[in-house]
T-cell receptor
């Protein structure tokens, strides 16, 4: 079975802090994704990566950056956390551009 | 731009009955894919079923089937013989023709299965 793990289930940070959310997949998937999920809005794509060191902006990249130095790991970075970034963050991976995405358990981030 | 619409914020169904969750989509791409995911209260997203825009037959996976009506741009999920464990949030999503396997998600439908 594909396993996608995220570094924390719950995280509390203060406004202005730099925040790192880590995601690791164990199935040699090419594509990796970061979404945020907010009530009534569904999931929205922040960034995705289709190869090591490659990244593309999703629908809501403002305030976020990403890093993919190794194929299995995709990090989401909040350079200076703000309260409007309080949300559930979901990481996903897929084998190729035509396969289903497998999701991690999510990180619920609260920014105070 | 792609758009997914799920008009049912919440649904109730009795155990052992069938239920249909609605999903309509909008895209100008001739090639696209439609997905359904289940999100239990624990939070993880579970892939259920996939339908490609050129697939001739409606997709089925166990108790899940997808009622794909291309002309109406709808891709409704049908769950047969509902079980208590089906209580969850259900999301419809679409992948367009652009590269990278990006998905556009709907806002979800909360399904509650009752005894």
């Amino acid at each position: 079975d594909v396993k996608v793990t995220q570094s924390s289930r719950y995280l509390v940070k203060r406004t202005g802090e730099k925040v790192f959310l880590e995601c690791v997949q164990d199935m040699d998937h090419e594509n990796m994704f970061w979404y945020r999920q907010d009530p009534g809005l569904g999931l929205r794509l922040i960034y995705f990566s289709y190869d090591v060191k490659m990244k593309e902006k999703g629908d809501i990249p403002e305030g976020y950056s990403v890093s993919r130095e190794k194929k299995e790991r995709f990090s989401l970075i909040l350079e200076s956390a703000s309260t409007n970034q309080t949300s559930m963050y979901l990481c996903a991976s897929s084998l190729s551009s035509y396969n289903e995405q497998f999701f991690g358990p999510g990180t619920r981030l609260t920014v105070l | 731009a792609q758009k997914i619409t799920q008009t049912q914020p919440g649904m109730f169904v009795q155990e052992k009955e069938a239920v249909t969750l609605d999903c309509t989509y909008d895209t100008s791409d001739p090639s696209y894919g439609l997905f359904w995911y289940k999100q239990p209260s624990s939070g993880e997203m579970i892939f259920l079923i996939y339908q490609g825009s050129y697939d001739q037959q409606n997709a089925t996976e166990g108790r899940y089937s997808l009622n794909f009506q291309k002309a109406r741009k709808s891709a409704n999920l049908v769950i047969s013989a509902s079980q208590l464990g089906d209580s969850a949030m259900y999301f419809c999503a679409m992948r367009g023709a652009g590269g990278g396997n990006k998905l556009t998600f709907g806002t979800g439908t909360q399904l509650k299965v009752e005894l």
